[in-house]
């Protein structure tokens, strides 16, 4: 019954590596999003997708891309790992309606660890 | 200034007695709420939605929304030990690309 799969649960990565996290839905939604999510400082987002190839600047994208190619798959890359990326990272994706999305459905995050 | 509030808690309630757990919001145009549930070393779950002022109910959950006074709030009823988690309030608009989440309550049910 997994609806939004991460593709690991931890990570372990050192300074200035190329990490790709990699997120899949099968709910058939148009949206897709990634946060970070730190003490103290709640969930942050990263960047978005509303659509195949499309993709939107969320509020903390430095450092980050991302990257779109199927709708069921939006993995989120981190350029050069640095330590102050270490976080837990979740994808979310959702549906849109009339008044609104139907709200998030998010996958089991990803502990990433920049060392 | 921050755009979705809470108070951080943690929040103690003895079992079985109500959890009232509250946020306000800046954006008058929002037009989504939602409140989320999250488990230590969970990600978060989504409980209840709600869309137009007054009162929705779901089991022992119930959602009031107060547009007027920009105020949504989540009622626990009956509290059970697993209810014991952090709440997270969320207020997006319309295609949700801008959902902003609150930091959180921490909710504490003693047996």
């Known amino acids: 019954d997994v609806k939004v799969t991460q593709s690991s649960r931890y990570l372990v990565k050192r300074t200035g590596e190329k990490v790709f996290l990699e997120c899949v839905q099968d709910?058939?939604?148009?949206?897709m999003f990634w946060y970070r999510q730190d003490p103290g400082l709640g969930l942050r987002l990263i960047y978005f997708?509303?659509?195949?190839?499309?993709?939107e600047k969320g509020d903390i994208p430095e450092g980050y891309s991302v990257s779109r190619e199927k709708k069921e798959r939006f993995s989120l890359i981190l350029e050069s790992a640095s330590t102050n990326q270490t976080s837990m990272y979740l994808c979310?994706?959702?549906?849109?309606?009339?008044?609104?999305?139907?709200?998030?459905?998010f996958g089991s995050g990803t502990r990433l660890t920049v060392v | 200034q921050k755009e979705v509030e809470q108070n951080s808690g943690p929040l103690s309630v003895p079992e079985g007695a109500i959890a009232s757990l509250n946020c306000t919001y800046s954006?008058?145009?929002?037009?989504?709420f939602f409140w989320y549930r999250q488990y230590s070393g969970k990600s978060p779950e989504l409980i209840m939605s709600?869309?137009?002022?007054g009162d929705k109910e779901d089991g022992r959950f119930t959602a009031q929304l107060n547009k007027a006074s920009q105020y949504v709030s989540l009622l626990i009823r009956d509290s059970q030990p697993s209810d014991s988690a952090t709440y997270l309030c969320?207020?997006?608009?319309?295609?949700?690309?801008?959902?902003?989440f609150g930091a959180g309550t921490r909710l504490f049910v003693k047996a």
């Open positions: 979310a994706s959702s549906s849109d309606g009339t008044g609104g999305h139907y709200g998030y459905t």
């Open positions: 709910m058939d939604h148009e949206n």
């Open positions: 997708s509303y659509d195949v190839k499309m993709k």
């Open positions: 954006d008058r145009v929002s037009q989504s």
């Open positions: 709600i869309y137009s002022n």
């Open positions: 969320a207020v997006g608009n319309t295609g949700g690309f801008k959902t902003i």
